[in-house]
């Protein structure tokens, strides 16, 4: 009896042992030598593995910017300045800091300034809305509502407002992933950097049809008039199609250009106080009558010169 | 003998064709006509007017943009009053030259008497060389242009040309006015595309629902049959009625038990469709030297008080044909160009009307309601359906997914979009939408990838040639 079990226990321990070495010689003979860095910079991550980075997840990225040669095409939106400072103290790179960037829905096309001219009754998706026709009101480049953007999102930061019919982004939980630009079939929001204390200038329509029809549309849209364009003295915005952008490297946040805009199509936000817009469009008007009177004087000297050279070849 | 017809799936929708009784009727010239530039398959035509010039009805607008591209004609004479943007009826912008109307007067050489030209030219070329100068487009819905479909690829033949008047759509009858009044030219049409193909066999197929027009063309190929040894060999075929049995390939299964394969053309398995009106249409272009300016419109629904078969000049506002029957009934509550089964919603009525137009329809709130959509219960009626072979259901939850490989590898791009497995599904799934969606998005991606393809392959085939030729040639310095 004892002998049975002193025999079992004997062979089933050598088993084990033998079983033990053959995994541990395997182990040894196909070993994947990982960069440990990989894992140290995964940690270092948000770890949403959102893709906002362009790459699959977090350990695609950790595993791609520990192979590049620098970090100029790394950069985590999520983690933002303070998550790239800690992948760049791990593997010894140095990064250029990034402004922090938000998502900006640029259609103010709400219920009551944008009139339905039909009524929906496909399959609640902006993707097939876009596919089947232009839209449920006379404006066939604004926002669809069906919400795309909102189930893209995953850090919950896009919401549909019920009054307007357009979504919201709240700009604590919006890590600029890019996950709604890609959703949203009529290109409409837009990953603008987030400004000084959140201020920032946007043109908020993408409309490209002339302005009278614009008009008809909607009541808030850009109708291409180019009054912001001219306004505008530091070259930020761009008259193209019909329709205004401001560059956000360029503008200087002075707001002249939505003081001015006829239709309200240009947005300030998180401005500490509310726009004058008659103190700013007398200043603007001011200016630009010197402007004028000076441009008219410039040319009265041009013409001078010419007049008394003709006087004196006729006489 | 048992009733022939297209071997899987289908449907049977109610018949509804009760404007069937209504003659052909021409609609007044408009006040202004809106022609659009993209009114076929392919790239956009080029214009050749500019804005102030004046032209006649039949004289060319803009010629084709590329090989698969068409030419436009004015369907009217006038002023080109502006070239631009408009919005067509599903509100999006599209290019159209706006014309004002003055008076009616034709190009000179348009023979506009009602006699029959029963004589055909002797090169088959010519003929389709008439075909590309009339703007003829194929009227069946897809608006592919017909002298590219006449002119198959080298190393393959066409054995049978297929003429199509099924219009198994319910509530169209326009094709069915035209067989019963213009029957005669459908024939002649039909003995031209014969000739140009250079086949010996055509059958002009006819759904069992219109036992007069089936009578009458048989009467009239009988008639014609002295006129010439082009006229032999067309016979009328009766198949069963069955939705969609207009749809090329389902066609081409009925009638002559021949499968195309995915992505394959008619002319794979040696057979060319043409519709009803565009042979009526290449009989106008090639015997009577008129262009492709109006075609035939039913304006039906049960909620409309004035049924009627139109034949409307191109670039017609929609209102204005509405107008003319009386203007749009309070009950209406969606209108439709096409057939309730693949027409589009219009979103907007003062669209014009395109040389593919075949129908406006009103329906009332009643009758497109909606099922709400609940879950998927597995019946597999979707998969019944479908005449392609395809699996909507599967279709449906990979398009919610966006998964572009597997919607490919499911073949979403067979789709027909006929619309068969939203007809048929009892939980109320917009079927349809989803996968339509789907089809273009996976059509876009494997058009890209072609074109990537075919990039590459130059840009190889470049270097190479670059590499020959410098050990080829001694090098001068």
């Known amino acids: 009896m004892t002998t049975t079990i002193i025999w079992t226990i004997a062979i089933i321990s050598g088993l084990g042992l033998l079983l033990a070495l053959t995994l541990y010689l395997v182990a040894q003979r196909f070993k994947v030598v990982e960069d440990p860095r990989i894992e140290l910079v995964e940690k270092a991550m948000p770890g949403a ?3 906002g980075c362009g790459f699959a997840g977090c350990h695609a990225f950790a595993d791609s910017a520990v192979k590049a040669p620098n970090l100029d095409n790394h950069y985590c939106p999520v983690g933002g300045n303070e998550t790239m400072k800690k992948v760049a103290e791990i593997l010894g790179y140095e990064i250029k800091e990034k402004a922090p960037m938000v998502a900006v829905v640029r259609c103010n096309g709400t219920c009551d300034a944008r009139p339905r001219t039909s009524e929906y009754d496909g399959s609640i998706s902006c993707k097939v809305k876009a596919s089947l026709y232009a839209g449920d009101t006379g404006c066939s480049f604004g926002c669809l509502g069906c919400g795309d953007c909102v189930a893209a999102c995953k850090f919950g930061a896009l919401s549909m407002n019920p009054q307007t019919g357009l979504p919201v982004v709240d700009e604590e939980k919006c890590t600029a992933c890019g996950a709604c630009v890609k959703a949203c079939p009529k290109a409409i929001i837009e990953l603008r950097k987030k400004g000084p204390r959140g201020m920032r200038e946007y043109v908020c329509c993408v ?3 002339k302005g009278p029809s614009v008009k008809k549309a909607c009541a808030n849209a850009c109708i291409g008039c180019g009054i912001c364009s001219k306004t505008c003295t530091h070259d930020a915005i761009v008259l193209e199609n019909n329709v205004a952008y401001i560059d956000f490297e360029k503008c200087k ?19 500490p106080k509310p726009i004058d817009k008659d103190a700013i469009k007398a200043r603007v008007q001011e200016r630009q009558k010197k402007a004028r009177e000076a441009a008219a004087a410039a040319a009265r000297q041009a013409q001078e010169p010419e007049q008394i050279k003709k006087e004196e070849s006729n006489g | 003998m048992a009733r022939r017809t297209f071997s899987i799936g289908g449907v049977h929708p109610a018949d509804s064709k009760i404007s069937r009784g209504c003659k052909l009727e021409y609609l007044p010239i408009p006040p202004t006509v809106y022609i659009a530039l993209s009114q076929h398959i392919g790239a956009p035509a080029k214009p050749v007017v500019t804005v102030g010039d004046k032209v006649k009805v039949g004289q060319v607008l803009a010629e084709p943009g590329g090989f698969m591209s068409a030419y436009i004609h004015s369907s009217v004479s006038g002023t080109v009053k502006s070239i631009g943007p408009r919005k067509d009826l599903s509100g999006n912008n599209q290019m159209v030259v706006e014309i004002a109307v003055e008076g009616d007067e034709w190009m000179e050489n348009i023979d506009r008497s009602d006699t029959l030209v029963t004589d055909l030219p002797e090169d088959p070329k010519a003929i389709i060389e008439k075909i590309k100068l009339g703007g003829v487009v194929g009227l069946g819905g897809a608006t592919f242009p017909t002298h590219v479909k006449l002119s198959p690829p080298p190393g393959k033949t066409c054995e049978m040309l297929i003429i199509n008047g099924c219009e198994c759509e319910p509530y169209l009858t326009s094709d069915f006015r035209t067989l019963l009044e213009k029957g005669e030219q459908v024939v002649i049409g039909t003995a031209l595309i014969k000739k140009a193909l250079g086949v010996a066999k055509a059958t002009i197929a006819i759904e069992d629902n219109k036992l007069e027009a089936i009578e009458h063309i048989n009467k009239v190929v009988d008639s014609l049959k002295s006129k010439g040894p082009e006229y032999s060999g067309i016979e009328v075929l009766s198949l069963m009625k069955k939705y969609p049995e207009g749809g090329e390939k389902q066609l081409i299964d009925a009638v002559m038990h021949r ?3 995915s992505g394959g053309l008619p002319i794979d398995v040696g057979a060319v469709v043409d519709n009803v009106c565009t042979a009526l249409a290449v009989y106008e272009a090639v015997q009577k030297n008129k262009p492709l300016i109006d075609n035939s419109v039913t304006v039906t629904g049960e909620c409309f008080p004035k049924q009627a078969n139109l034949i409307v000049r191109v670039g017609t506002p929609l209102n204005y044909v509405i107008d003319y029957l009386g203007g749009v009934p309070e009950a209406a509550a969606k209108v439709i160009s096409g057939g309730p089964m693949m027409g589009k919603a219009i979103a907007n009525l003062e669209a014009a009307t395109m040389k593919g137009t075949g129908g406006l329809l009103f329906l009332t709130r009643e ?9 998927c219960i597995r019946c597999g009626k979707c998969a019944d359906a479908c005449p392609m072979g395809l699996e909507p259901f ?9 998964d572009m490989d597997a919607l490919e590898a499911n073949a979403v791009q067979d789709c027909i979009m006929c619309g068969c497995c939203l007809y048929s599904c009892p939980a109320g799934i917009p079927l349809l939408d989803t996968i339509s969606q789907a089809r273009g998005q996976v059509m876009g991606i494997m058009r890209a990838r072609a074109a990537a393809a075919k990039a590459a392959a130059e840009a190889a085939k470049a270097a190479a040639e670059a590499a020959n030729g410098s050990t080829g040639s001694p090098t001068v310095k």
């Open chain 1, 49 to 51: 593995n959102c893709g």
């Open chain 1, 207 to 209: 409309n490209k049809d």
């Open chain 1, 253 to 271: 946040l002075c707001r002249e250009c939505e003081a001015m805009c006829p239709t309200g199509a240009i947005h300030g936000v998180n401005f």
């Open chain 2, 259 to 261: 499968q195309v394969k």
């Open chain 2, 367 to 375: 009758q497109t309601k909606r099922m709400p959509e609940s879950n």
């Open chain 2, 394 to 402: 599967l279709l449906n939850r990979l398009s919610k997914a966006g």
